[in-house]
């Protein structure tokens, strides 16, 4: 088939590279403008862009995909069917009608939960146990089109966000792969969504990472989990911030006010939460590297009874 792809991430770019594998023509790629990073403000490329450069897919970078002339680009390339994964922009309505066939769209949640930029952080910070990939038919309505195919996995306890970012990403790409052909023999069914089951994972921002050691000890093991890479739980020690990148609900039941250093033990410190204390277990300090706890007890003072906030 001839795709027009749109994304820009690493996520996206796994998909990308599955259709190029499954020897679909790739004719054009939609990305994201460019954006300086890092200190040096580098101009890095997306990955699907460098995975587009190396196989010689024409590249295209709107800042808005309403315009006509974009639009009548587009349409010189008389695609079968547009892919979108990841490309963080609405389609209008004019986009959507250029394909032969439709438009599809890899969604990393089983939709009707978790429509949004972030499903897979908020179905971990939630404490979801299943998620899952659905492959739609893209609407003028975000993530709420008419449901191709979708399939579940589970999401085990000590889970990442960028574990299961990585094991969606490959689910999909493979669900593309079948689906496809099935959209060109016409050999596929739409289901409409629940729109009463809606839930919604909006775009992550940095604040969401500040643990609230009033939460329940599973509550704070669940954000810890969901907010990495970025923006990454945080609590403040001593007026500076300290990213907690590891951290486990334990079963001690040592009572003290939230927040508050209620053990130190070989394997890191306990904070005490809303339940019970949460064992920390591998940190990064402001203006230090990643060590785990053990480390960081070694080479600071901590002690019995300082609060954490």
């Known amino acids: ?22 020897g679909h023509k790739v004719v054009g790629l939609v990305t994201q403008p460019d954006k300086p990073k890092g200190r040096g403000l580098r101009v890095p490329y997306s990955p699907t862009k460098q995975l587009a450069f190396a196989h ?30 990841a490309y963080g922009k609405f389609l209008p309505c004019e986009v959507l009608a250029l394909p032969k066939y ?6 990393a949640s089983l939709l009707p939960k978790y429509r949004g930029a972030a499903p897979i952080n908020f179905a971990i910070m939630n404490g979801e146990t299943t998620t899952g990939v659905t492959v739609i038919k893209v609407s003028p309505v975000m993530d709420a089109g008419e449901i191709i195919v979708q399939e579940a996995c589970p999401i085990s306890d000590d889970m990442t966000s960028v574990e299961l970012r990585l ?3 490959r689910m999909g790409a493979k669900l593309l792969s ?4 099935r959209i060109k023999e016409g050999s596929y069914s739409l289901q409409k969504q629940d729109e009463a089951l809606t839930t919604h994972a909006p775009k ?3 604040d969401l990472g500040h643990i609230r ?12 989990r969901g907010v990495q890479p970025w923006p990454g739980a945080f609590t403040f020690w001593r007026g500076y911030r300290l990213k907690i990148l590891e951290a486990v609900a334990s079963e001690a039941q040592v009572k003290g006010k939230f ?31 990643v060590m785990d706890a053990r480390a960081f007890l070694a080479g600071h003072r901590l002690a019995v009874g300082e609060m954490l906030g």
């Open 178 to 181: 079948v689906t496809l052909p």
């Open 102 to 107: 439709f438009c599809v769209n890899v969604h």
């Open 204 to 206: 992550m921002h940095k």
């Open 213 to 224: 050691w009033d939460r329940t000890a599973k509550e704070i093991h669940d954000l810890v």
């Open 56 to 85: 010689g897919i024409a590249v295209f970078q709107p800042d808005t995909l309403k315009k006509a002339a974009f639009v009548e680009k587009i349409s010189w390339f008389q695609a079968d069917i547009f892919v979108v994964v």
């Open 259 to 289: 927040g508050e250093i209620v053990e130190l033990h070989k394997d890191g410190f306990y904070v005490q939460a809303a339940d019970r204390a949460v064992l920390v277990k591998r940190v990064h300090p402001a203006n230090s590297h």
């Open 1 to 22: 088939m001839r795709i027009v792809f749109f994304g820009c991430d690493d996520f996206a770019a796994i998909n990308l590279e599955q259709l190029i594998k499954d």
């Open 167 to 169: 094991l969606l990403a």
